[in-house]
C-alpha cells in the first residue's frame, strides 16, 4: 500500500512538473524555431491588416462605431496569445537570439498599435484613426516581410 501511494505521489510529481516544464521550453532545432517565428509573424499581419481594414471601413463611413471598435478589440486580444505562444520557445541556441529579439519586438509594436488604434476608435478621434490605419498598414507589411525573408 505505501509502495502504491509513493508511486502515485511521484507520478503526480511527475505529471506537474512535465506540465510546468513544458510552459517554457527551447524548440527542437533552429528550423522549428524559425518556423514559430514565421506562423507568429503571419498571425500578427493577419491581425494588424484586420485592425487596418476595419479603421479604413471606419473612416470611410462603410462601417460603424461599435463594429469597428469589436473588430479592432478582437485584433488587439488575439495578440496576447500569439505573443505568449511565440515568447514561451526558448531559442534553440545562441545564433537563433537575434530573430527571437527582432520577433519579439516586430509582436511588441503590432500590440501597441493596436492598442492605439482601441484608443482612437473610442475616442471618435478621426486623426489617431488615419494614424493608425497607416501604422497598421506598415507594420503588416513589415511583418509580411519578415516572414517572407525566413527560410
Not at 21 to 35: E, I, K, N, W
Not at 89 to 108: G, I, K, M, W
Not at 111 to 123: E, F, K, N, P, S
Request: proline share 3%.
Amino acid at each position: 500500500m505505501i509502495t502504491s501511494a509513493r508511486h502515485a505521489v511521484a507520478a503526480a510529481a511527475l505529471a506537474c512538473g512535465l506540465a510546468v516544464g513544458g510552459c517554457v521550453a527551447p524548440a527542437l532545432d533552429s528550423g522549428a524555431f524559425t518556423h514559430n517565428a514565421i506562423e507568429a509573424l503571419g498571425a500578427a499581419s493577419s491581425e494588424a491588416r484586420t485592425g487596418a481594414l476595419a479603421l479604413q471601413g471606419k473612416l470611410g463611413n462603410r462601417l460603424t462605431q461599435p463594429y469597428v471598435d469589436t473588430v479592432v478589440t478582437a485584433s488587439e486580444k488575439s495578440l496576447g496569445p500569439i505573443q505568449d505562444s511565440f515568447g514561451s520557445v526558448d531559442a534553440p541556441s545562441s545564433s537563433d537570439d537575434a530573430l527571437r529579439d527582432e520577433v519579439t519586438s516586430l509582436l511588441a509594436e503590432a500590440q501597441d498599435a493596436l492598442t492605439a488604434a482601441r484608443i482612437a476608435v473610442r475616442r471618435h478621434d478621426e486623426g489617431a484613426m488615419r494614424d493608425s490605419l497607416v501604422k497598421l498598414g506598415a507594420l503588416a507589411d513589415r511583418l509580411t516581410q519578415k516572414s517572407d525573408s525566413l527560410p
